[in-house]
């Protein structure tokens, strides 16, 4: 009898194990430069958004080129630093790298993290440009994307609050 309830939590733990391996295989990494921080989505749409608003381009130098990761990111790492960049959100870095992580919006927990922590090996497509109307002269994208003015993307996010 012992033999058979000991053989059957063997089994429950062999199945939560491989469960959770799977969980992570079929999840994405990304990391900053240093490898000190690393961040596993689940949820991945290779599709990239552009967002021209001047905080954006401040912090990175550019516009911020992100994919939407939804609020099932798993961080890992006791090198990142958290900024509250406006009331609705915060923005993550490395603090041994300074390697920018990822544009959290608190409102609805979800994570814009910039595509090239993910590497080159999946083929992103730039589909949509946000803050548009703040977007400068001085840079320009060839590919024909989705714009939004600032008003429509605070609108759109808004509405999915």
Known sequence: MADTISSKKYQSLAILVMLRFLEFSMS??????????????????????ACHCRTCRQWGG???????????????????TRYASSEWAERGFC?????????????????FIPAA??????????TEQIFIDQKPDYYGFSQCTATMTADEAIAAFTAQE
Do not use: M, N, W
């Open 62 to 80: 550019g516009p911020l080129l992100t994919l939407h990761c939804g609020g099932d990111v798993i961080l890992s790492g006791d090198a990142i």
């Open 117 to 126: 922590l993910f590497g080159d090996d999946i083929p992103f497509t730039l």
């Open 28 to 49: 994405y990494l990304a990391q900053c430069l240093c490898q000190s921080v690393a961040l596993r989505v689940k949820q991945l749409t290779p599709e990239v958004s």
């Open 95 to 111: 603090r041994e790298c300074g390697t920018h992580l990822f544009y959290f919006y608190k409102k609805r927990p979800a994570y």
